[in-house]
């Protein structure tokens, strides 16, 4: 007998939970893409794009997903044969860099782990050794994930970029947004981010099938000369007059009218206080977790608390199968839990809180996680789910 009906509740990192307001805005007759309406929100978008990087530079909207933004960034200001340095914290920054070895780019990672945040310090050792080598530097680009999905840490971007400039070396700086643009701070400008790139489906709470791209001018410098570029991800075409120039080729209309809804809701919560419901909610998870983990069985994948994501929390599960819990999860209550992936594969399950998520449903999802442990006989600490009911009773006043 199952707990099952209605609504799932679904708790993977992306694709996130869409909205009704943006299902909403897509169910529309397909419209003239040479004039009208279509020409004032591709301009809208754009800005916004901009707008939620926070920068003045150049905004690209790709038809793609993370993995082709991943793409448009590497092809635009890489040539074959570069060097650049990945900065390794789970998955996503490594395989972001995979493509680039791929596509003939030299890639070095700077070794880190699934447990821990990049350490500046590093990253600006590294760079001072490239600069005392080679003179001005061989490596041309340094790319990280703020948010690894896999892992769930989060990087201090600012710091990293600090770490950059304390070398003194010119690489561009290009991040990976995809899990935490719309749910944190993000600042391109003001941390001195040359390049940063994000997807229409996670924190943007809009179907997959949007990728984003940011540029400043350093970037789009050192693009005139890159060797990589092909047609249908180059910003110089992108950036003609023509409106067909901007996505090349046709628009990917009903996605641009959700993703206008999108950022219309976004804004009218205010960012700021979208960012304070992220953490929040994840704050509400780590009590939980915390207090499951007093059981031995489960634990945190991220050791150090402040680098703990507010996006997702990957929680490990020695000696008990979180394949289990998931489908417990899943088919007795409506409930779906991401899976571990990479290393984690096998060992872990993983707590999305991003995007379109509000108490009951972080609530909701921590006490099915309670009622899967107590029915399979996991070891866990009892009232994880309350913790998380108390701390939000602290926090939330009338
Ligand atoms: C999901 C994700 C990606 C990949 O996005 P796709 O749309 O699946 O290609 C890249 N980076 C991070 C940090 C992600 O979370």
Redesign the pocket.
């Known amino acids: 007998m199952s707990v099952r009906a209605g609504r799932e509740f679904l708790a993977i ?2 694709p996130t939970n869409v909205p009704d307001e943006v299902l909403g805005a897509m169910h529309r007759p397909a419209m003239d893409i040479y004039a009208g309406p279509l020409l004032a929100l591709t301009d809208s978008l754009l800005r916004d794009v901009a707008r939620v990087f926070k920068t003045k530079g150049h905004a690209y909207i790709y038809i793609a ?3 082709g933004a991943w793409e448009a960034t590497l092809t635009n200001v890489l040539s074959k044969g570069d060097k650049i340095l990945v900065l390794e914290s789970g998955r ?1 920054a490594v395989g972001w860099g995979d493509n680039a070895r791929r596509m003939g780019v030299e890639v070095e990672v700077l070794k880190g782990d699934m447990r821990r945040a990049v350490r500046p310090a590093e990253v600006e050792a590294r760079l001072k050794a490239d600069r005392k080598a080679n003179g001005g530097g061989s490596i041309k680009a340094v790319l990280v ?1 703020q ?3 896999a892992s769930g840490v989060v990087n201090d971007i600012e710091a990293i970029g600090q770490a950059m400039r304390n070398a003194g070396h010119d690489a561009l700086l290009m991040v ?1 947004t ?2 935490s643009l719309g749910c944190m701070p993000f600042e391109m400008d003001a941390w001195r981010v040359d390049v940063a790139m994000s ?1 229409s ?2 924190g943007l709470m809009t179907p ?1 099938g949007l990728g984003f791209v940011a540029a400043n001018d350093r970037a789009r410098e050192v693009h005139k000369k890159a060797g990589l570029r092909t047609p249908y991800w180059d910003w110089t075409e992108r950036e003609g007059d023509l409106h067909y120039q901007k996505y090349a080729g046709t628009p990917p209309e009903h996605l641009l009218f959700g993703l206008r809804k999108a950022f219309d809701m976004l804004f009218e919560e205010g960012l700021e206080n979208v960012f304070r419901r992220h953490w929040l909610l994840a704050e509400a998870v780590r009590r939980a977790v915390g207090v499951w983990a007093e059981g031995q069985a489960i634990s945190f994948n991220i050791v150090e608390p402040a680098e703990r994501c507010d996006t997702v929390t990957a929680v490990l599960l020695a000696g008990r199968d979180p394949e289990a819990l998931r489908a417990y999860c899943n088919d007795n209550c409506g409930v779906i839990l991401g899976h571990g992936i990479g290393e984690l594969s096998g060992k872990a399950f993983r707590i999305a809180h991003m995007g379109h998520v509000n108490a009951p449903m972080v609530l909701g999802t921590l006490s099915v996680i309670e009622v899967g442990l107590a029915a399979l006989g996991i070891p866990h600490g009892r009232g994880g789910a309350q913790a998380a009911i108390d701390w939000l009773g602290e926090q939330v006043k009338a």
Request: glycine share 18%.
């Open positions: 990192p992306g997903n993370g993995h996503f994930a948010i690894d999905t990976d995809v899990a997807g489906q996670k997959p």
